[in-house]
């Protein structure tokens, strides 16, 4: 067998692997220095160009498409405030390419200096949008992320606040959009940013919709979700029109009461608060006091600690507030046994630091604030009471009791309103009707699949 031979190279073929190309013209030989100043005058104009193109509007489909997605409302809302800033920041970035390109013609100390003041303003723009675009980047990129189901089923609970708040009104209101949108954040306490205010998250500009924010451990934990309906009744005092009204009527009913001005100031630094409270307890029943005895309950020296400036009544005080309301709600017993539980635990308000005046006239305060609140006529409701809008009673905790029972099964709870679905997992929790584990993939699979 003839042994193989090697392919012939073709004359004058280089060997790939050990020859070096040759031709008949002298190689050029690299230069041993660069030109500097041409380059770099160019890419500082090409620089701030390039960045401000990159801090783009946001494009529907790229953070999902399921319906965890941020909605074509949320992303328009803010690409508005994004596109604000960029047309500024664009006209900056273009004025910087053409002084780039006049101290290339003519590099002078002026038209060096001129250039780079421009560019360091162009930055400061940059960083502007960059920290709103972050921002938003941050909160909608959430919605990839394995708590997809669990924010998409906040955002449907507040929803079903606004479309119960809305419908109840005794008169047609301007509807406000884009609904309101939660994320995860880490932390003790859930927050809110309402619709229209500065955030300094922002720099100071305003907030195109509500947003609600909520601690992991809520999240995993679906009965302490009475913080979202806390945090929602929020919002729904400002776009309904009673951010003035609340705090005026406070003031109007304990004044008739005979409070001496110091309480009554003290009551209306709280309005906020306490509004949100009582509102959360009509969105979603008694299960919601549960909820709130979970967050306050906390050491005697912390419960009955007075803060001269904290917007939140003080612990001791917020319970029986809301204890309160659950009785003129109906819920006389249960609200005996809340009563009786928080008194056992905190026998006597003056143990801790709480102003005299404040627990001497605290009988008559609480209740005169609860009916003034929630049971006599707002113009902004449409003449009807907050209760009127938001009626709770046994007919929906009835609803609430059998929802927790499919819940626990895994079956499917009906047409129940989402919001009464948190009272439900509060009761299927009690009642231990099913691990806490499966309550809570219950609940999201229920909430998401909406």
Same mark, same amino acid.
């Given at each position: 067998m003839t042994a193989p031979t090697a392919p012939v190279q073709p004359a004058g073929t280089p060997d790939p692997g050990t020859a070096t190309a040759r031709s008949g013209r002298p190689v050029r030989r690299p230069r041993t220095t660069e030109p500097v100043r041409g380059p770099w005058l160019r890419a500082q104009g090409l620089n701030v160009t390039r960045h401000a193109a990159a801090l783009r509007p946001f494009r529907a489909g790229e953070f999902? @498409?399921?319906?965890?997605?941020? @909605?074509?409302?949320? &992303?328009?809302?803010?690409?508005?405030?994004?596109?604000? /800033?960029?047309?500024? /920041?664009?006209?900056?970035?273009?004025?910087?390419?053409?002084?780039a390109r006049q101290a290339a013609g003519r590099p002078d100390t002026r038209r060096l200096q001129t250039l780079l003041t421009t560019k360091e303003q162009a930055h400061t723009w940059v960083r502007e949008v960059e920290r709103i675009w972050d921002f938003y980047f941050?909160?909608?990129?959430q919605r990839q992320s394995v708590f997809a189901d669990a924010l998409l089923s906040c955002d449907r609970i507040a929803l079903s606040c606004y479309q119960a708040a809305y419908l109840?009104?005794?008169?047609?209101? *301007? &509807?406000?959009? *884009? =609904?309101?949108?939660?994320?995860?954040?880490?932390?003790?306490? *859930?927050? %809110?940013? +309402? !619709? $229209?205010?500065?955030?300094?998250? /922002?720099? +100071?500009?305003?907030?195109?919709?509500?947003?609600?924010?909520?601690?992991?451990?809520r999240l995993v934990n679906p009965w302490t979700l009475g913080a979202v309906l806390h945090e929602v009744s929020h919002n729904l005092q400002s776009d309904l029109g009673l951010d003035?009204?609340?705090? !005026?009527?406070?003031?109007? !009913?304990?004044?008739?009461? $005979?409070?001496?001005?110091t309480v009554v100031r003290t009551w209306v630094r709280w309005n906020r608060e306490i509004y949100a409270d009582l509102s959360a307890l009509l969105l979603g029943g008694p299960a919601v006091l549960g909820s709130l005895l979970d967050v306050v309950g906390r050491s005697p020296s912390s419960v009955l600690a007075y803060n001269p400036r904290g917007p939140h009544p003080t612990p001791w005080f917020r319970v029986?507030?809301?204890?309160?309301?659950?009785?003129?709600?109906?819920?006389?017993? &249960?609200?005996d046994r809340y009563g009786r539980l928080w008194s056992s635990i905190y =026998?006597?308000?003056?143990?801790? %630091?709480? =102003?005299?005046?404040?627990?001497? %006239?605290?009988? @008559?305060?609480? =209740?005169?604030?609860?009916?003034?609140?929630?049971?006599? *006529?707002?113009?902004?409701?449409?003449?009807?009471?907050l209760a009127r809008v938001l009626p709770f009673g046994g007919k929906e905790y009835a609803m609430q009791l059998e929802a927790a029972e499919r819940l626990a099964a895994g079956t499917d709870p009906g047409i129940i309103p989402a919001r009464f679905l948190i009272g439900a997992t509060r009761s299927a929790l009690d009642r231990r009707l099913a691990r806490p584990g499966v309550i809570t993939r219950n609940f999201y699979s229920e909430l998401a699949r909406r």
């Open positions: 999902g @498409t399921g319906a965890a997605a941020p @909605t074509a409302g949320h &992303l328009q809302a803010v690409n508005a405030l994004l596109n604000r /800033l960029r047309a500024e /920041l664009l006209r900056i970035s273009e004025q910087v390419g053409q002084q941050e909160l909608f990129g109840g009104v005794g008169e047609a209101k *301007p &509807l406000p959009a *884009p =609904p309101p949108f939660s994320f995860m954040r880490t932390g003790f306490s *859930p927050a %809110t940013f +309402r !619709r $229209g205010i500065p955030l300094r998250r /922002l720099g +100071r500009r305003l907030n195109p919709f509500p947003l609600v924010q909520l601690p992991y451990h003035r009204a609340v705090p !005026r009527a406070i003031a109007r !009913r304990l004044l008739a009461e $005979g409070c001496p001005p029986w507030i809301s204890v309160e309301l659950l009785r003129r709600m109906g819920f006389a017993e &249960l609200a =026998p006597d308000p003056r143990a801790g %630091t709480l =102003p005299r005046e404040l627990v001497s %006239t605290f009988a @008559t305060a609480h =209740p005169a604030v609860v009916d003034a609140l929630c049971f006599r *006529p707002f113009p902004q409701l449409g003449r009807r009471s």
